[in-house]
């Protein structure tokens, strides 16, 4: 089994999923006591928020280097990044190490792919809707069409993401909200929904939707113990 190597705390409320799903799915694998070999570094949410904000994504660079880094030297087989929105700093943390980093993107289009859907609607921080760093990886590598809400909902699904998710308040109004944007998507023609912040699964599940919803907390930490069990990387 491969160690995998986790850059958490982007916020810890997701962080605490994956570590959970991960080892659920060792278990469920291979059975009995079997659990995950796993590092974690897990960095200070209000530095990195700051950093987004502020559109410090040099600072933010840094750290998440310097997590890669330590995790490396710590006997990682491969990195996962335990969010979304700090993708943008993919290829920053992919040159600073050896070992390779499994991306969320990639492992979310799969899925896609494999349910056959060409358009779907992605949820997320403000930067992963509105940058090319996510939405333009799924469009230009994997031939997946990605529709966002306006702006009015993006507002919506952003401040709830870092004003609620983030600090652990799941609330149904915003629940109700979230659907409501996710509804105007599939009227526009999107044929299922990414959960494109890590956070997001905590407040939508899987049966919230007639259409598919593609939890990418759950996928990213699911495609992380198939490369852990499998023989190549």
Request: proline residues 1%; contains cysteine.
């Amino acid at each position: 089994m491969k160690v995998i190597g986790l850059i958490g705390g982007m916020s810890w409320e997701s962080s605490a999923e994956y570590y959970r799903i991960i080892n659920q799915t060792v278990r469920n694998v291979l059975g009995g006591q079997h659990s995950a070999k796993s590092l974690m570094y897990s960095v200070d949410f209000h530095d990195i928020e700051h950093f987004q904000h502020a559109g410090q994504w040099q600072l933010a660079a840094q750290e998440m280097i310097s997590c890669a880094k330590r995790l490396e030297r710590g006997g990682a087989d491969f990195i996962v990044l335990c969010t979304n929105t700090m993708h943008k700093l993919a290829a920053d943390i992919e040159s600073s190490v050896s070992i390779p980093l499994l991306h969320i993107a990639d492992a979310t289009a799969e899925k896609i792919q494999a349910a056959k859907l060409k358009r779907v609607g992605l949820l997320g921080t403000r930067f992963t809707m509105e940058q090319d760093f996510y939405k333009g990886r799924l469009e230009q590598r994997h031939g997946i069409e990605v529709l966002v809400p306006g702006e009015k909902d993006r507002d919506i699904v952003h401040r709830v993401i870092y004003d609620e998710l983030c600090q652990g308040k799941i609330l149904e109004s915003s629940k109700r909200e979230y659907l409501q944007v996710m509804k105007s998507l599939n009227d526009a023609g999107a044929e299922g929904t990414i959960l494109g912040c890590t956070e997001i699964g905590l407040l939508i599940r899987r049966d919230d939707s007639a259409l598919p919803i593609f939890d990418t907390t759950r996928i990213h930490a699911e495609k992380a113990v198939e490369l852990a069990l499998s023989d190549n990387l």
